[in-house]
Nanobody, 116 residues
């Protein structure tokens, strides 16, 4: 079992920045592929970013160049630094841990609202 707790969401103006955190427990964090997804109202959950066990990152085209995913294995925590935020980035952001194809875990989500 893996428990994931996100934090860092909130209200920010367009062009602003936020940093999301995801604290993990219950598994060997350093061996898990970690990711972020988001779900806007009325839309399906979509991939945002992923970081593998050796630190290689992958991004959705919509956030490439603006968002940065990272991990701190000593703290069992992953991060999503979000810069140049746009109103269309408004969504609930979910932390994700891929332990195996049969064991994928999700956090409870944190709301990000980009509005003036």
């Amino acid at each position: 079992q893996v428990q994931l707790v996100e934090s860092g969401g909130g209200l920010v103006q367009p062009g602003g920045s936020l940093r999301l955190s995801c604290a993990a427990s219950g598994s060997a964090f350093s061996r898990n592929v970690m990711g972020w997804y988001r779900q806007a109202p009325g839309k399906e959950r979509e991939f945002v970013a992923q970081i593998n066990t050796v630190g290689r990152a992958y991004y959705a085209d919509s956030v490439k160049g603006r968002f940065t995913i990272s991990r701190d294995n000593a703290k069992n925590t992953e991060y999503l630094q979000m810069n140049s935020l746009k109103p269309e980035d408004t969504a609930v952001y979910y932390c994700n841990a891929f332990v195996s194809s049969e064991n994928v875990y999700w956090g409870q989500g944190t709301q990000v609202t980009v509005s003036s």
